[in-house]
């Protein structure tokens, strides 16, 4: 089955530009998705569809996806981004969805 | 408003069964595919089940044959009847609504399984 490869964390200065990398074997021909969770809370959808951001969500998050990398950028980090962070897509083969692991994101 | 509420989790022994609901408001639970994802204490999530607004339903391997999606309109509710329940099925269980295709745009506050003796 197909498998989503997060790193397990990622740390960044207060103002700095965090990413997230996402690889998975032609994953760019796939639609990919990013939520974030807080400690206790639900995940939260941040951006769908590889670049499109839900509204509510800040202009800071932004994504991308190409070969076998998709990315989740978070600009000008705030102490509120600290969280996991997790990609996601659909699979049709058999119909299924597909989590990364998770990658914590530490505000320094 | 669209609202998500879970419940019916708890402590069962290795082997029972139990029954989650996910009562949905702001919309109507037939009208779009509705998932259960779950993420067992300290780990990542882990996608479960999904049921089609046609009613298809397919299962991660490691639930199928154990676990059952279901919905009852007249209640706007999701169901996840569970079987055979092990300790690895131990988690939080969160009911969500996939927006289009493939991503869920809202999430449950989840309901705690703990299967142990």
């Known amino acids: 089955s197909y498998v989503l490869t997060q790193p397990p964390s990622v740390s960044v200065a207060p103002g700095k530009t965090a990413r997230i990398t996402c690889g998975g074997n032609?994953?760019?021909?796939?639609?990919v998705h990013w939520y974030q969770q807080k400690p206790g809370q639900a995940p939260v959808l941040v951006i769908y569809?590889?670049?499109d951001r839900p509204s509510g969500i800040p202009e800071r998050f932004s994504g991308s996806n190409s070969g076998n990398t998709a990315t989740l950028t978070i600009s000008r980090v705030e102490a509120g981004d600290e969280a996991d962070y997790y990609c996601?897509?659909?699979?049709?083969?058999?119909?299924?969805?597909?989590f990364g692991a998770g990658t914590k994101v530490t505000v320094l | 408003e669209v609202q998500l509420v879970e419940s019916g989790g708890g402590l069962i022994q290795p082997g029972g069964s139990l029954r989650l609901s996910c009562a949905v408001s702001g919309f109507t639970v037939s009208s779009k595919f509705m998932n259960w994802v779950r993420q067992a204490p300290g780990k990542g999530l882990q996608w479960v089940s999904v049921i089609h607004n046609g009613g298809s339903a397919y299962y991660a391997d490691s639930v199928k044959g154990r676990f059952t999606i279901s919905r009852d309109n007249s209640k706007n509710t999701l169901y996840l009847q569970m079987h055979s329940l092990r300790a690895e099925d131990t988690a939080i269980y969160y009911c969500?609504?996939?927006?289009?295709?493939?991503?869920?745009?809202?999430w449950g506050q989840g309901t705690l399984v703990s299967v142990s003796s």
């Open positions: 996601q897509v659909w699979d049709s083969d058999p119909d299924h969805y597909v």
């Open positions: 032609n994953v760019g021909s796939k639609s």
């Open positions: 969500a609504r996939e927006y289009t295709s493939g991503e869920f745009d809202y």
């Open positions: 569809y590889d670049s």
